[in-house]
């Protein structure tokens, strides 16, 4: 199974990115797919979670209103929009896939991805 997040970089306050996460080896519309962060010197958070229809999302109160999550099956990726960055949004982003409780809970998924970082210049 891999899980290869891609689309991070710099960017100025304000502005936006998409990350994608391309997913092989598994039946991808089986999974909720999550994203998540690790700043430096901080725990790993959870972004935002998906069902495995897309149907329902949720987020973290920080990113609620300028980051979206959604997914394509057809073509095994899911997507995080990210709007309005702020400094604090900088991190390593991952992408996870298991269920949709333990991913909004944090408890093992089933597969992790490889962080792609995020960088937001002030």
């Known amino acids: 199974v891999q899980l290869q997040a891609s689309g991070g970089g710099l960017v100025q306050a304000g502005g936006s990115l998409r990350l994608s996460c391309a997913a092989s080896?598994?039946?991808?519309?089986?999974?909720?797919m999550g994203w998540f962060r690790q700043a430096p010197g901080k725990e790993r958070e959870v972004v935002g979670v998906i069902s495995w229809g897309g149907r329902t999302t949720e987020y973290a109160d920080s990113v609620e209103g300028r980051f979206t999550i959604s997914r394509d099956n057809a073509k095994n990726t899911v997507y995080l929009q990210m709007n309005s960055l702020k400094p604090e949004d900088t991190a390593v982003y991952y992408c996870?896939?298991?269920?949709?409780?333990?991913?909004?809970?944090?408890?093992?998924?089933?597969?992790w991805g490889q962080g792609t970082l995020v960088t937001v210049s002030s």
């Open positions: 080896g598994l039946t991808f519309s089986g999974y909720a």
């Open positions: 996870a896939g298991g269920s949709y409780y333990r991913l909004k809970t944090l408890q093992s998924p089933n597969y």
